[in-house]
């Protein structure tokens, strides 16, 4: 298979200090691809190696079949990129935006009208393409900023958190687009914090400091926790985690919300709790959240 992105012991060091560690990578055409992991994990340094922008210490990598370091150039004219802080001119209207972007794209002079009527029709911004940035909401700035990424027609977008600080019903229309482009044979990496949107990927790879833990679905990923989840709804959930993590039974437990969720080795395990605490725990189905917290308490 041709992988759209391929990387094999990528690494990168400030001094020191690891920010990503032998990272090996396969991302396929059309795929959207979620990076996750805590603050700090690598994300965005791996993020800016496979644009092109930052040079790998060792390793290698590939990206539409451009190698990261000699092919740096060409990856960037083949990709697109858009982060929290994409840059918008606030004096300038969407369209004129969009028109700006199109130039910095050397789309030609023939095609600019097109382009920019299409991206303004894909985001739901074309009534009001006069309106200066300036008055625009977070979530049709972060759409118009999308659709600028997007204007040249990237075989790849390169996604930094760009949903943070916007409503959950912004995300969810901004993930539609995404889904969409991935249809039309755009390849996605989207880097969050949202459960959520990591849900509607196709692969996730979750990322603790810069090492890759795990790449694999959703469900693969849910279904990887050995064990029986359970729900316990005990007073005071903080104090009462390294109790629970001292019995023989209990692989690992932690606050969720209000509630604490129990991983046990076996389901018969539910009763010893039950008869513990007086409490019957209830057993659920792990979910992301879960996979997040155990892949980040690796050591």
């Known amino acids: 298979m041709d992988w759209v992105i391929e990387t094999n012991d990528l690494t990168r060091k400030f001094g020191d200090f690891t920010a990503v560690d032998r990272v090996n990578i396969k991302i396929n055409r059309g795929e959207v691809c979620g990076f996750l992991g ?4 690598g994300k965005s340094t791996i993020i800016r190696m496979l644009c092109g922008i930052l040079v790998p ?3 290698s990598g590939m990206v539409l079949g451009y190698d990261l370091v000699k092919g740096s150039e060409k990856i960037k004219r083949h990709i ?3 982060s929290q802080k994409f840059s918008l001119y606030e004096d300038l209207s969407i369209k004129e935006n969009l028109e700006f972007y199109a130039g910095i794209y050397n789309i030609p002079y023939s095609e600019r009208k097109r382009r920019v009527d299409e991206m303004l029709s894909m985001v739901e911004l074309h009534t009001r393409k006069r309106e200066l940035v300036a008055n625009l909401s977070v979530g049709h700035r972060q759409r118009l900023a999308l659709a600028c990424s997007i204007i040249a027609y990237p075989s790849v977008l390169f996604l930094d958190e ?3 600080g916007v409503s959950p019903t912004a995300r969810r229309e901004f993930f539609n687009i995404i889904q969409d482009l991935s249809n039309q044979g755009t390849t996605v990496i989207i880097t969050t914090h949202f459960m959520d949107e990591a849900e509607r990927c196709d692969r996730i790879a979750f990322f603790v400091k810069g090492k890759l833990l ?3 679905t959703p469900d693969n990923l849910k279904n990887s926790i050995e064990g029986c989840l359970l729900e316990l709804n005990l007073p005071d959930p903080m104090g009462q985690i390294d109790f629970l993590n001292s019995l023989p039974y209990v692989k690992e437990s932690y606050v969720n919300g209000e ?3 129990v991983l046990v080795k076996e389901e018969k395990n539910i009763r010893d709790l039950a008869d513990c605490f007086g409490v019957l725990p209830v057993k659920i189905e792990p979910s992301l959240e879960d996979v997040f917290i155990k892949l980040s ?3």
Do not use: K, V
């Open 38 to 41: 805590p603050n700090g994990a």
């Open 57 to 59: 210490t060792c390793g």
């Open 80 to 82: 697109g990129y858009m």
């Open 162 to 164: 760009p949903t943070s």
């Open 214 to 216: 795990a790449l694999d």
């Open 259 to 261: 509630m604490i969720h």
């Open 297 to 299: 308490s690796f050591r």
